[in-house]
């Protein structure tokens, strides 16, 4: 059977940045798409994102950066300082859609969302919430697909988006492990100060903190905590606990710190990765995202992944007779990419932890300029 030049039918478990945007990829190549999204509308995690240059130049294939420029905030650099705010190095990154444009963008995820989910539907993409996949069987070049609702859908391909702790890629029979890295990470909404127009980190003798733009009127500060157990910690002690371990960084950050007001307005995770040894798919149903490949998130490109993940997958079904062959020649293209950032990403983590960090900015820096060559 002639699978993807035939009836191109795909069900895409998870509406995050990786399943929204191999839907509109898939759609706008003549696929019929539906979503099996767990979550009940505009639902997100975390306050906000940085794009870097491929999740803009991946966003920009798809007539989505300007959007995502002109609702967030665009910015160039990165300023690496030690705990005093005294400059440590400054990465300027590369402008991969033009020198007008910014090198990337800080958005707040709902926001990123709103964008994506408004383009998939526009494309014809039915996103459904609520549901998510029951069982998976396969026969011959057919995927048949329960919902949890009880309805079937028989497709030729299922995509498996539905993030790290996804569930799919276990109904599927690829089985990875979650790593911690000894890292919980903090998260906070608040007002934007004026002198915050790029990336902002600062080395502190246990911790890193910072601050990303999200909007001319908003940003988020960052807190990564060292060599701590995983926990979990009651929500109304997570305002009181950010600003503590904020209080060994003056200047800057203790303006910063002034400004994180109630718990609602924090979140804290551990740091986590993910990597699918060997195959990435059986049959016609196919991992991608941080289901197949979760960075930590000291590079900051995991959704770029998510973006060129679903670019390339729609770009190889497009260009294969059949989808097995164009699963295979998409995750040819994508496996040692995503390894490489995945690797990465934990290698600065462990270089932060030994607080080595004048070690860790040549490698954040070269590893954001082979993110710049093409996916
Ligand atoms: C603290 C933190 C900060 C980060 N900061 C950045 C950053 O600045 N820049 C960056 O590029 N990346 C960052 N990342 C990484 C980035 O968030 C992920 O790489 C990206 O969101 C992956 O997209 P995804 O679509 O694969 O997965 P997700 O965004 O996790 O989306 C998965 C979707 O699937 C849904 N789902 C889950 N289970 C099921 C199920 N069983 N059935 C149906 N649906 C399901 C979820 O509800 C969700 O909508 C960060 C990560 C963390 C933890």
Not at 94 to 100: C, F
Not at 135 to 144: H, K, N, P, S, T
Not at 176 to 181: C, G, P
Request: hydrophobic share 45%; aromatic share 4%.
């Amino acid at each position: 059977m002639d699978s993807c030049r035939g009836a191109r039918t795909a069900v895409i478990v998870g509406a995050g940045v990786a399943g929204l945007t191999a839907a509109t990829a898939l759609a706008r190549g003549g696929w019929q798409v539906e979503i099996a999204e767990v979550g009940p509308p505009e639902a997100t995690s975390g306050w906000g994102l940085c794009l870097t240059g491929p999740a803009l130049r991946g966003l920009d294939e798809l007539g989505l950066a300007d959007a995502c420029l002109a609702a967030g905030h665009g910015m160039s650099t990165i300023t690496h300082a030690d705990v005093h705010g005294e400059p440590a190095g400054e990465v300027r990154l590369p402008r991969l859609i033009g020198a007008r444009r910014p090198a990337m963008v800080g958005i707040a995820r709902p926001v990123l969302h709103r964008i994506l989910h408004a383009e998939a539907e526009r494309c014809g993409v039915v996103v459904r919430h609520g549901v998510t996949v029951a069982a998976v069987d396969q026969e011959r070049d057919l995927v048949r697909v329960r919902l949890s609702d009880g309805t079937v859908r028989q497709v030729v391909l299922l995509v498996a988006a539905d993030g790290i702790r996804s569930s799919a890629r276990g109904l599927l029979g690829l089985e990875t492990s979650l790593e911690f890295h000894g890292q919980m990470v903090w998260r906070a909404l608040v007002p934007r100060p004026r002198w915050a127009t790029g990336i902002h980190q600062f080395a502190g003798k246990a911790d890193t903190a910072g601050l990303v733009p999200l909007s001319d009127r908003q940003a988020y500060v960052f807190l990564t905590e060292n060599g701590v157990e995983r926990s979990a910690l009651p929500d109304a002690e997570l305002a009181p606990r950010l600003r503590q371990l904020l209080e060994p960084f003056p200047g800057r950050v203790e303006e910063i710190r002034s400004l994180v007001s109630g718990s609602e307005s924090v979140v804290r995770r551990p740091v986590l990765t993910a990597l699918l040894e060997g195959a990435w798919n059986r049959g016609n149903a196919v991992v991608i995202g941080d289901a197949a490949h979760a960075p930590a998130p000291q590079m900051a490109s995991g959704a770029a992944l998510a973006v060129e993940d679903g670019l390339v997958l729609a770009c190889e079904l497009g260009r294969h007779a059949t989808v097995a062959a164009g699963l295979q020649a998409f995750v040819g293209r994508r496996a040692q990419r995503c390894r490489t950032l995945v690797e990465t990403s934990v290698a600065i983590a462990g270089l932060e932890q030994a607080q080595r960090h004048r070690e860790a900015y040549p490698l954040v820096e070269s590893c954001h300029r082979l993110m710049a060559e093409p996916a």
